[in-house]
C-alpha cells in the first residue's frame, strides 16, 4: 500500500516537472 502512495506521488512530480519544463520551453519561445 505505502509502495503504491509512493509510486503515485512520483508520477505526479513527474509529471508537473514535465509540465513545467513544457511551460518554461513555451516561454523561451515566445
Do not use: G, I, P, V
Given at each position: 500500500?505505502i509502495?503504491?502512495?509512493?509510486?503515485?506521488?512520483?508520477?505526479?512530480?513527474?509529471?508537473?516537472?514535465?509540465?513545467?519544463?513544457?511551460?518554461?520551453?513555451?516561454?523561451?519561445?515566445?
Open positions: 500500500m509502495l503504491l502512495l509512493l509510486f503515485l506521488f512520483l508520477f505526479l512530480f513527474l509529471s508537473l516537472q514535465a509540465l513545467r519544463n513544457q511551460t518554461s520551453t513555451k516561454c523561451a519561445a515566445a
